[in-house]
């Protein structure tokens, strides 16, 4: 399997730069001085990022048709809506480390800057390794199926990373204190250089987008296996991640379909992916279910938690 590619060196570069120089405003601009952010700060940045990542697609659009775009954004929607489970645990992670809201930008801004260079290298080898093996194809497509079955199945199991395995080998690997300091990811405490509990929650926050990212990439592979239109709506996505954070962490308990369409949405891509030299689906089709499965899981989920709200108004009157 060959992959082609709409990016030129001047695209690649031009992206790179654009994303740094975006990293550079956040960190040294507008989060120079740690604070919390509130609602209103993520939900414009959020809003920032999803403008920036549809102008990107209608330029993609203009540059090379119709075809390229609409796998980009399907790829985009893929890797957003999982990246909404990403916030299922990551707020789990923070409850569980006790990690003030304060802090957990700094959190998450390293933990996605490492990310992003992760992402890169598991994508440009996943390209590397279809081009070579095209019966990979087949594999990736078996594991997303798996992967989506396994998602439904567990849709309601508790998440408890910080007592996982990972975690325990890191404490026993790096020094740790069990105390803050201040928004330091590392601090001294008689004469011994110690990780802070905010670096080893960084640890868990990386690990845990590794994970993901075993799924999402071969998700977005069942779409288009152009490095640079997978590579550009994966980044897009992850660099909305923390603003999205900050406007979900609140409510991720209202979601509670979101689960049966990430499952559904995996299955299909999986199966898309499975029988690629079987059934060709159109990009516009694909599109369309990713979209209705994921549309049809939010809505319902926002239906049952106004009616468990309106249950609970209800019996509040009849007690009062």
Known sequence: MEAHSVGSPVLWGGFILFVLAMLALDLGVFHRKTHEVKFKEALTWSGVWI????????????????????????????EKSLSIDNIFVFVVIFSALKIPVLYQHRVLFWGILSALVLRA?????GVAMLERFHWLIYVFGAFLIFTGVKLFVQRNHEEHPESGAAMKLARRIIPSSKELDGDRFFTVQNGRKLATPLFMTLILVELTDVLFALDSIPAIFAVTTDPFLVFTSNIFAILGLRSLFFVLAGAVEKFS?????????????????????????????????IA??????????????RKQERAVQGKNVVVN
């Open 51 to 78: 403008s920036l990542a549809l102008l990107f697609n209608l330029g993609i659009w203009w540059k090379f048709g119709s075809e390229p775009a609409l796998n980009f954004l399907s790829g985009y929607l893929i």
């Open 121 to 125: 290298v598991m994508i440009f080898a």
């Open 257 to 289: 379909y979101l689960k049966v369409g990430l499952a559904g949405v995996l299955v299909f891509v999986g199966a898309k992916m499975a029988l690629v030299d079987v059934v060709k689906i159109p990009s516009p089709v694909s599109l369309g279910v």
């Open 292 to 305: 209705l499965l994921l549309g049809v899981s939010i809505v319902a989920s926002l239906l049952k938690s």
